[in-house]
Every structure is written in C-alpha cells, then in structure tokens.
T-cell receptor, first 118, second 112 residues
Framework: GAVVSQHPSRVICKSGTSVKIECRSLDFQATTMFWYRQFPKQSLMLMATSNEGSKATYEQGVEKDKFLINHASLTLSTLTVTSAHPEDSSFYIC??????????????FGPGTRLLVL | SQQGEEDPQALSIQEGENATMNCSYKTSINNLQWYRQNSGRGLVHLILIRSNEREKHSGRLRVTLDTSKKSSSLLITASRAADTASYFCATDGIGGAQKLVFGQGTRLTINP
C-alpha cells in the first residue's frame, strides 16, 4: 500500500517554542492531507483538512493561528505548533488521500509524531 | 466531532478465541472503515465496507454493516497475540470533504 512518513517521530521542546512536523506521501501524490491529534487512550480527533495549494480547513475549536498548516506540494504538508504549551503535548498523526472527492476514499496514515512540551 | 461509539471499550480474551467489536454512528455514511493501532503507533487500515454492502471478509476479519441500525461489527476469528491493539471504526459522511470521523476505539488484549 501507499506509504506516508512523518518527521520527527518524537520531539521534546520547551514551553513557548514552535515545533514543525512534516508529513510526506512517499510514493503517491496526495491532493488532500488530514491532521489528527490523539491524547493518551483516546481516539483520533481531526484538527484540519489540508488541500494542496489552498488554505487549510480547521475543525471547530482548533485555533488556526496556533496550528499552522502548509500544504505546499502534492507530497508534503507541514503542521507547526506555535508557542507550544504543555497542554499541546499529544500524538499528532497525518493522513493522505489520493484523488479528488469521491474517487479514492482510503486514507493512508503516517506513523505519528509524539510531542512533549515541558 | 466524534460520532462513533465503540463497544466494548476494552476486551480481553484467550488466544484462539474470536473477538467481536461493535461500532455505532449517528449520521448517514458513504462507507465505514476499520483501523488497527498498536500502542504509540500509526493506524493500519484493515477493511472498508460501503454503505450498500452488508458483509465483507478479509482473511480472519469479518465486518458487517447495518445501515438501518447505524452500526457495524468487526469479528476477528482465531485470535493471535499479535492481534493485541486498539481497533477503531471510522465513518466517511455523505458529501463534503470525506473527512473520517473516528469512534472511541476498543482496546483488545489477546492473552497467550
């Protein structure tokens, strides 16, 4: 199946700093990428939908100025957690979908990035 | 928003037994998918069932879908220790950007 990578896999940072997480589709072009957040022992919560070349669409309650998303190419989307705080500590997972709406429904998930803010 | 509810939240069985997990959802869907997640890892896609399908098989997996009850079940037969993981259902709603909405998950433990 299609492969999606994330970098870094784990990051520890000080409160107030910004952290960038990359999501790459390795062997296919992803027209749409999704960013999820998962707290321990909980399910995945969709944060935003990212379409190549356009602004991301954020879910209700997700601050777009805090979680900056850039989808500059068909193989790369980045999530930047700005001015991170301990409550932002979580597991961040991206996924990528091939094709426009209605053509391909399977999403391929990255391995996740564990963020710990001290 | 999360619309899926999974039952049970945790399930512990002996190796070789069958494991059944259920998922309920609230709105109309295009399809429903099941994913597996090992602790601290990403999600692995297991199976997709479309809204016009009632049952689907893949190896030791059997998924059913009842759109009238807005529910689905995942059956893992002849369980193995390696099946220990969390299992999530995810629904893809009609229209829109085909965002997946995940259930709360079932933590499955297979005891050797």
């Amino acid at each position: 199946g299609a492969v999606v990578s994330q970098h870094p896999s784990r990051v520890i940072c000080k409160s107030g700093t910004s952290v960038k997480i990359e999501c790459r589709s390795l062997d296919f072009q992803a027209t749409t990428m999704f960013w999820y957040r998962q707290f321990p022992k909980q399910s995945l919560m969709l944060m935003a939908t990212s379409n190549e070349g356009s602004k991301a669409t954020y879910e209700q309650g997700v601050e777009k100025d805090k979680f900056l998303i850039n989808h500059a190419s068909l193989t790369l989307s980045t999530l930047t957690v700005t001015s991170a705080h301990p409550e932002d500590s979580s597991f961040y997972i991206c996924s990528a979908r091939v094709g426009p709406n209605g053509v391909q429904v399977t999403q391929y998930f990255g391995p996740g990035t564990r963020l710990l803010v001290l | 928003s999360q619309q899926g509810e999974e039952d049970p939240q945790a399930l512990s069985i002996q190796e070789g037994e069958n494991a059944t997990m259920n998922c309920s959802y609230k709105t109309s869907i295009n399809n429903l998918q099941w994913y597996r997640q090992n602790s601290g890892r990403g999600l692995v896609h297991l199976i997709l069932i479309r809204s016009n399908e009632r049952e689907k098989h893949s190896g030791r997996l059997r998924v059913t879908l009842d759109t009238s009850k807005k529910s689905s079940s995942l059956l893992i037969t002849a369980s193995r220790a390696a099946d220990t993981a969390s299992y999530f259902c995810a629904t893809d709603g009609i229209g829109g950007a085909q965002k997946l909405v995940f259930g709360q998950g079932t933590r499955l433990t297979i005891n050797p």
